[in-house]
């Protein structure tokens, strides 16, 4: 019988069996990412500098940019030999389309939740125990949205669901307007 302590546990990955995706799509994968990636670092550069380098505001965006342009030619590459060692797979192999729908419902909410930001953008000044607080779009359409998101990931009662959103949504708001003195998204 074999003893449970003596076992190596090998981390194998999320998604330890699915094993890679074709290289065609991989390919296209990388090539929207490499032109996302070549669309930030520039958008970063035509930032204006009002410091030297390292206090530039588009410093970190084009840093950001720039790994992910490594990982996608990595990722390029990768599939760029295993199609020249003769692997071959269908497009569309294995496709599950109720994790597909789930993945479209996803980007659906997002588009929709970037689309309420821009369109519904209010504000409403309040004050709470003498501490000056603004509600905007920001607060309802990110509790709807993370509802939603949640609820796609996980098929839990309605009511924690909420909780979490509106919970997560005050605190995060809360920290940015007074912590970090940002302002959120949604208001003018």
């Known amino acids: 019988m074999a003893n449970p302590e003596n076992q190596e546990v090998k981390f194998e990955g999320e998604e330890a069996g699915a094993g890679f995706a074709s290289p065609t799509l991989d390919l296209i994968a990388s090539a929207i990412l490499i032109a996302i990636a ?12 009002p410091g030297a380098i390292h206090t530039a505001p588009g410093l970190l965006p084009f840093l950001v940019a720039a790994s ?70 920001f ?23 909420a909780a979490i959103s509106i919970a997560w949504t005050i605190t995060l708001s809360v920290v940015f307007q007074l912590v970090f003195r940002i302002p959120l998204p949604g208001s003018f």
């Open 38 to 49: 070549v669309a930030m670092m520039a958008a970063s550069v035509a930032l204006p500098m």
């Open 68 to 137: 992910l342009l490594l990982m996608a030619l990595g990722l390029a590459g990768s599939a760029i030999a295993r199609r020249r060692s003769g692997i071959h797979l269908p497009i569309f192999a294995d496709r599950d389309v109720s994790t597909d729908m789930r993945s479209l419902l996803l980007a659906a909410a997002v588009a929709v939740y970037v689309s309420a930001l821009h369109v519904m953008a209010f504000q409403q000044n309040t004050s709470v125990f003498g501490i000056n607080l603004r509600l905007s779009a």
């Open 139 to 161: 607060e309802p359409a990110t509790i709807v949205t993370l509802c939603t998101i949640i609820h796609l990931s996980w098929r839990g009662p309605f009511w924690i669901t």
